[in-house]
């Protein structure tokens, strides 16, 4: 895993907004059930993204909560950013040593120098509005696949 399980359910509750975007508010009850996420521990997610205005939250009868802007203007770093808080100005060793640099390496380090810029760049880059466009694809995807199995799995059973 490349960040905490914290930044992961807030990817998660983001995305479910951005799917439901333009639907009216949103529960984070339903969010929580949705994702298998616990409801308490979302709630908190959810106060960290809202004062990140990333989430706009409204109290109340009506309540719930919704996207503060478009998703296609969120990116998934601005999201584990929010979580996480921004990386650290010093980068850690990828091993635990203390130190560890261009100048002092450990043995990983070159290696594992490209892979963080990588994921930086792909997080960055990655916005929200295409991440759910792409799990609706898997969606569509995965319904085609049940569908085109399920007669095998019938006349297997009879």
């Given at each position: 895993m490349l960040y905490t399980k914290s930044a992961e359910y807030a990817i998660q509750a983001m995305l479910y907004l951005a799917e439901n975007e333009?639907?009216?508010?949103?529960m984070v009850s339903s969010i929580a059930e949705a994702y298998n996420i616990p409801k308490?521990?979302?709630?908190?997610?959810?106060?960290?993204?809202?004062?990140n205005h990333?989430?706009?939250?409204?109290?109340?009868?009506?309540g719930g909560i919704k996207l503060a802007r478009p998703s296609a203007e969120v990116t998934l770093l601005?999201?584990?950013?929010?979580?996480?808080?921004?990386?650290?100005?010093?980068e850690m060793c990828v091993i635990g040593l203390d130190v560890c640099s261009d100048d002092v390496a450990c043995p990983l380090h070159?290696?594992?120098?490209?892979?963080?810029?990588?994921?930086?760049?792909?997080?960055n880059h990655q916005s929200l509005?295409?991440?759910?466009?792409?799990?609706?694809q898997k969606r569509q995807?995965?319904?085609?696949?049940i569908r085109e199995t399920e007669p095998e799995a019938l006349s297997i059973g009879t």
């Open positions: 333009g639907k009216g508010l949103a308490h521990f979302l709630a908190k997610l959810v106060q960290t993204l809202t004062r990333l989430i706009k939250s409204y109290r109340g009868r009506n601005q999201i584990v950013n929010a979580i996480e808080g921004p990386p650290p100005e010093q070159e290696h594992w120098q490209h892979i963080r810029s990588l994921v930086g760049d792909t997080l509005a295409a991440l759910a466009e792409g799990m609706r995807e995965l319904a085609k696949l």
